[in-house]
């Protein structure tokens, strides 16, 4: 593990999110609501 980390993080960048907040937690929602329809 270190070995890859040491070759895959020699010039890491910040993660920027490309959707909204609200559409991501909607997703989300939607998902949960499946999953709990199928229990």
Not at 24 to 30: P, S, V
Request: aromatic share 8%; with cysteine; charged share 20%.
């Amino acid at each position: 593990i270190q070995h890859y980390l040491d070759n895959h993080n020699q010039n890491p960048q910040v993660f920027v999110w490309s959707a909204p907040v609200e559409r991501i937690l909607a997703k989300i929602a939607k998902c949960k609501e499946a999953s709990d329809a199928l229990h």
